[in-house]
């Protein structure tokens, strides 16, 4: 397909658009025709300060100088009535919304167990219900567009990084949510996906020795947020025919992230012994199918894919 990718007029809310990932995938929307709202708190990467910095009005003029279209919003998607002002402003100055990029995040490596529950909370305050709470408020202004998209932002982290408990286990809340918003969207056309970002930023200056000797240099090296930015714009484009699904994107490197199910084992009369001997079965790989969760793309969208399985 020759065209272009069109989110020509579409009204984008970007989070953490003022740094690293955020501010390239708000700079390439705005240079493709969309209309951005940049969301920034100005905050430290971990999210425990504010500083006097405001890098969303930084991105707004770049956009400007460059002859698109956009405004900021200083705020923190931790809190309610941040987010509904993000909203509402949005909606005044465009009248309406058609995609929510929520890539705005804290992050921090800590000790375990030498965390307590505020910690954990305050990464699920971000990531998790940042996400949900905009998505909850922009629901209705989305479900009057005709291309309604949101992009969710993941990491491998969720998969297991040393020092990263809060920060990992709170963006596999966000999978969870991905994938759950994916169903209830499928009756309005919503499509929801997510992107799993790899990126030299701020973020990864603040890892400390969670990363292998040397390779946050090469991180910021070879892998810039300008190459996750075309992932984020396609997924929030009227090209985009799909939900339910990760895209992971690093230094140029696109790819499917999925769960899968293998064959396994069925035994009515299962035993703990009968799960240890059989254990090599349950864990092989071959024959192994991608889990379903039940989310496809509305009639007429074009192709069908599940979570599951292409159709």
Not at 43 to 58: L, N, R
Not at 112 to 117: K, N
């Amino acid at each position: 397909m020759s065209d272009e990718i069109d989110v020509v007029g579409a009204s984008v809310i970007v989070t953490g658009g003022g740094r690293g990932i955020g501010r390239a995938e708000a700079l390439l929307l705005a240079q493709r025709g969309a209309r951005v709202c940049v969301v920034d708190l100005g905050a430290s990467v971990d999210g425990a300060a504010q500083t006097a910095e405001d890098p969303a009005v930084e991105t707004v003029a770049d956009i400007l100088a460059a002859g698109g279209e956009a405004f900021a919003v200083r705020a923190s998607v931790a809190d309610p009535d941040g987010v509904a002002r993000i909203v509402d402003e949005t909606v005044s100055a465009f009248g309406g919304i058609d995609a929510l990029i929520c890539n705005a995040g804290n992050f921090a490596v800590h000790d375990f167990p030498a965390i307590d529950r505020a910690t954990v909370q305050r990464f699920l305050d971000v990531h998790l219900f940042g996400s949900l709470e905009l998505a909850r408020a922009a629901w209705p202004h989305l479900e009057r567009s005709a291309a309604p998209r949101i992009v969710n932002t993941v990491s491998s982290a969720l998969w297991g990084v040393p020092g990263m408990v809060p920060y990992g286990s709170a963006k596999g809340a966000v999978l969870a949510l991905t994938h759950n918003l994916a169903v209830v969207g499928e009756g309005s056309g919503i499509l929801v996906n997510a992107i799993a970002p790899g990126a030299g930023t701020r973020m990864v200056d603040a890892t400390g020795d969670a990363l292998p000797p040397g390779f946050a240099e090469t991180m910021k090296r070879t892998m810039p947020a300008e190459l996750v930015a075309p992932v984020a714009a396609f997924l929030a484009s009227r090209d985009c025919a799909f939900t339910g699904e990760v895209l992971a994107a690093s230094g140029g490197g696109v790819s499917r992230l999925v769960t899968v199910r293998t064959p396994g084992i069925r035994d009515p009369h299962l035993t703990p012994e009968g799960v240890r001997d059989s254990i090599d079965a349950i864990l092989d790989l071959d024959g192994a199918k991608v889990h379903e969760t039940g989310a496809r793309v509305p009639t007429g969208a074009g192709r069908l894919l599940s979570t599951g399985t292409t159709r």
